[in-house]
């Protein structure tokens, strides 16, 4: 990274969705996270169709070992070295290691062990690159910008879900499984230029951290964390929500329409009136820029949502359980937008990667591990039990969120009159 990326800037006081640095780092966001879901479905299909289905799934697996056992330490690198220059060597990664694996595919037929390695790898940068992107906002826009980026983000993220399954299949029709992976890394190459044309504002004050050893750094975030009246409470909160969410959401869903006879097809319309909320919910937060007594909204919709999870259970006709898992999508997908805009507003700059580094690591380290404990516990009690149970344990995320009065009073930064 040059000089002149870090050099001190003027952040413009002009809404985030026109401001040309917020728009570069949202295209190279789009790039990658478009790039990440053709890779998924792209390593999904050449696992299954180079193994067995307990061997794909191993495969598949394989990343979560490394996210999870390195995402806080993911997060003391992005603090210590800046999370622009992780963000562009974690797509450079991707990218190289991406596009080899598609030349090796074109001339050579897949091992497991190849994808298992890939996926290894993936799982390594990720554990680097989610901290490092949750630090990069408040570096590239104004303070009071922050949650209309985070809006932005998650129609990113949604646009995303919903591209990258048809373009990677349109790869594989047409190139077969190295041109879904060659189409992958391209895309982490788009991101690239995108990222290295971005101007950081400088940290407000020396941190120190470059100093110190990692792990002294990561020992300071931590106590950071402890010791805030927000950021503290509303890592617990996360965990509470996400720990009663994903195991419904991800696992339940499946065996609720087997059961009900819906089908694949209804696990897909199901998950599309959910992804509907969500993005509704993202383009309120970027349209709006703000929402008043945001941390009491927050709690408020994640302890309905959590209603609204537990309803789905009980729900006869799969109409009604659209609407429902739409209901699902916008209550959290809002609640999930405002944990974020608040963890950005809210933290020092200089510790929000060891910061979304916990986060990111009670989301996708120890969440999942309620997947087979959700499946166990439907085959022993049945699914209006289990989803209740994992509803109560949401909505216990919502009521604790409420019941400090610290972050039931955090506020979003107000947005300035636009100027005629």
Not at 232 to 257: C, H, K, T
Request: with cysteine; aromatic share 6%; charged share 10%.
């Amino acid at each position: 990274m040059t000089a002149a990326t870090e050099a001190p800037v003027s952040l413009p006081a002009t809404p985030a969705h026109r401001d040309g640095n917020v728009l570069r780092w949202l295209g190279a966001y789009s790039a990658s996270t478009l790039g990440d879901s053709v890779y998924h479905l792209a390593l999904s299909w050449t696992a299954v169709r180079n193994g067995t289905p307990a061997e794909a799934g191993l495969v598949m697996a394989v990343s979560a070992v490394p996210r999870a056992v390195l995402m806080l330490g993911g997060g003391v690198v992005a603090d210590r070295f800046g999370p622009l220059r992780v963000v562009v060597l974690s797509d450079a990664v991707r990218c190289l290691v991406v596009l080899a694996v598609a030349a090796f595919l074109f001339v050579s037929s897949p091992t497991l062990w190849v994808l298992a390695a890939l996926a290894l790898v993936f799982g390594a940068v990720d554990a680097l690159f989610l901290p490092a992107v949750g630090a990069l906002p408040p570096r590239i826009a104004a303070h009071d910008q922050l949650a209309r980026v985070q809006g932005m983000r998650g129609l990113a993220q949604r646009a995303a879900l919903v591209l990258g399954a048809p373009l990677g299949g349109l790869a594989v029709a047409l190139g077969g499984q190295a041109g879904a992976f060659g189409v992958a890394g391209l895309l982490f190459a788009v991101s690239l230029p995108l990222l290295l044309a971005l101007r950081l504002t400088p940290l407000p004050k020396d941190t120190g951290v470059k100093g110190s050893t990692a792990f002294r750094d990561l020992a300071d975030g931590l106590r950071y964390l402890r010791r805030h009246r927000v950021l503290g409470p509303l890592m617990i909160v996360i965990a509470l929500s996400d720990l009663g969410f994903v195991g419904p959401l991800n696992i339940g869903l499946a065996l609720l329409a087997d059961e009900r006879g819906w089908g694949a097809a209804g696990i897909g319309w199901i998950l599309a009136g959910c992804g509907a909320g969500a993005a509704a919910a993202s383009l309120l937060l970027a349209v709006r820029g703000r929402l008043p007594r945001a941390g009491a909204v927050m709690g408020a919709t994640i302890a309905l949502g959590a209603a609204s999870i537990a309803a789905l259970a009980y729900v006869p006709s799969l109409p009604l359980a659209v609407a429902v898992a739409l209901s699902v999508g916008l209550l959290a997908g809002l609640s999930g937008a405002l944990c974020g805009a608040l963890t950005q507003t809210a933290c020092d700059p200089a510790y929000l990667g060891r910061v979304t580094g916990v986060s990111g690591f009670v989301s996708l380290g120890i969440a999942p591990l309620s997947f087979p404990l959700t499946g166990a516990a439907v085959g022993l009690w049945g699914l209006g039990p289990v989803f209740v149970a994992s509803a109560a344990i949401c909505a216990l995320g919502g009521v604790y969120g409420l019941l400090v009065p610290a972050l039931r009073g955090a506020e979003l930064p107000t947005v300035p009159a636009r100027r005629t």
